[in-house]
């Protein structure tokens, strides 16, 4: 008998002692056990092994399941690990089952591996009569039509039809005894000899530049490449992995959303020839483990994925890629809140290889760390082929006749390009009918009660909803104070701009992009399809727009109403606005047509928007940098943040003032604060933050640890709702 340490996701910093009596020959360090846990049955990680346990052989339980005989936490992720729960001042156990795919840290044994590696395909069925009558059986399904088009030019691996058709619509065809699946096994070291490189265009002289220094570096590095939109960072990327690839090495892309994926994948699968395997939100389980096994046993080539696919293991790995860097995604916003690009140097540093970050608006951090040296840094100052970069402007809105909040100047750019044959993308950062709902006899403003915060209409589902709790209700007839029935909406949001734009332009359709719309497997990137086939003319969206899409046909992009983050108190806001206008004004003019971008302002003269116009996002960016070093802040010094929530204002006042007090102690630590967080409410909860900065990280980390520990001793800490931001990016 011996016992051993186990690490279990509970939020407690401490490690568990259990007794085991089976002989095992192979270490346990890395593998999951199953043990009892208070009432529970719980998975955990084994850490140590023979430990000399200060509890009483008689105390102690013992596990009652190893579910692994090989580990799956590898030495070096447990080292990750360790690093992360020191870092981020976060629970080991938590930290472990982040860095593991959600079935291995279920109550299943046996799973860890997958039976074989096999590949699902779909195809259709040989010739039969049912496809003599294929088109008349599909008039009732469009999509199910499109499905079967597809697999007319041969067969298709599952996961990438399931990219845009739903299983209904898979499940139709297999109904009508048109379409199969065939199971392919593919042998683990496959792609090596299925790789073979496709067509490529020469790289111009800046992008050669880049390829060649990079694949200089063979050892741990960061790079940042900082390539205006369109600037062929991508097809750099393809270049620096070719000879990786080809000595068998692989490589790991992290990308930030979803919507990006499909694009991104696509490109890598046909200049390789090789399957690529994804990791984002709409895999089910199985399939994120299938994934995470191949990269594990080097039968993957490539691995394109989101934030937590930095957490995959690679056999031989070759290279990891930060595409889009600056992008928020990348950063865990609740439970442990880690940055994907922080945890990336980290791991490269580990695997001793090169790091490449990319980004046409780099993250000041990022751009802090090239400009001292610390990362190499390489510019693409143009776009790549025959594209020129998109003309940027102004449009005073002061005093103008306003329609939907579009000014008459815009309207009639807008028509000219329509005219003309081109699409244009509107820009409104409100989806929704409209932010809010007012009554127009005593200016009742309808409220969500648990978050004090306007509701947003949504007239296509007649309804309000709360968009910081997803509370709904339905829309109104009359005033909730008054009673009276005219009921005013306030401001735009995107389906009241499109059905705005449908008026104005009724001889071209028009198509809305955001959250609402895209919701669903396969629709964003269908919506994608269908705007690239020119099927609509005006596209309105929010954010989602702005993600690094190839939309060619493109030449008008028209920025609403983003005149509130000049006047922000988030010391980010400039940086995110710049980075947003940018990305979206990149969308313009990807073809061989010149593009536009304008934006709508009340503030033409304001100096962040006349820099960023005349000078570009590069020259914004210096000078942004400059400007936090004069207001000593990130990334010139370190910020941790202690957030706190309870239904009791005061409680989560007390609690971040004690957290002060325990600061004080540190002399060269300035504490900011408490204060109310941007969303102050929500969910009933009211939410309150502490700011410590620091210029020097060493210093900040060892004062947190200090009062984190001072924290969890106290009995105030169990009557709030807090946690540790490290290097925050968000203060809501
Ligand atoms: P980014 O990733 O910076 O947005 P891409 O790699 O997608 O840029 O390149 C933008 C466009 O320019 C793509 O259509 C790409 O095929 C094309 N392109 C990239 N590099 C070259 C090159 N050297 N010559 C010609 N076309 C190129
Ligand atoms: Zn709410």
Redo the contacts with the bound molecule.
Sequence with gaps: MQVIQVAIAVPMPQLFDYKIDVLHTNSLVGCRVLVPFGPRKCVGIVLRTHVESQYDDAKLKSVLEVLDSDPVCSEQMLILGRWMSEYYHHPIGEVLHTLLPAVLRKLQSGKSKVAVSTHTYLQLTSQNAAHEDAAELLTRSVKQFDLYRLLEKGKQPLATVKQTFTAAIIKGLTDKSLLEKTEVVETPSDWRTQLSVGEK????VE?AIAISTINLATNFSTTLIE??????????YLQIIEPLLKIGKQVLILVPEIGLTPQTVGRFEKRFGIRVGTLHSNLNNSERLQVWQQARDGSLGIIIGTRSSIFTEMKNPGMIIVDEEHDESFKQQDNLRYHARDIAVYRARQLNIPLVL?S?TPSLESLHNALEKKYKHIS?PN???S?AMPVQRLMNIKGQFMQFGIAQGMLDKMREQLDAGNQVMVFVNRRGYAPALLCHQCGHVENCQRCDNPMTVHKSLNNLQCHRCADTRQLPKNCAQCGHHELDTFGVGTEQLQQGLETIFPNFSTVRVDSDTVRGKGKLNKLLQDINQKKFQILVGTQILSK?H?FPDVTLVLILNVDSALFSADFRAPEKLAQLITQLSGRAG?SDKLGEMWLQTHCPEHPLLQDLINNGFSDFARYALLERKHAMLPPHEHQICIRSESHHKHLSVNFLQVCAQLFTQFKHAKVLGPFPAFIEKKQGRYRNLLIIQCASRKYLQQATQQANDALLEMALSKQVRWSIDVSPIDFS
């Design positions: 265009p020469i790289p111009n992008q390539g205006v939109t369109g600037s062929g960072k991508t097809e750099v990319g046409a693409l776009r790549a082929g594209s690094g190839h990807r």
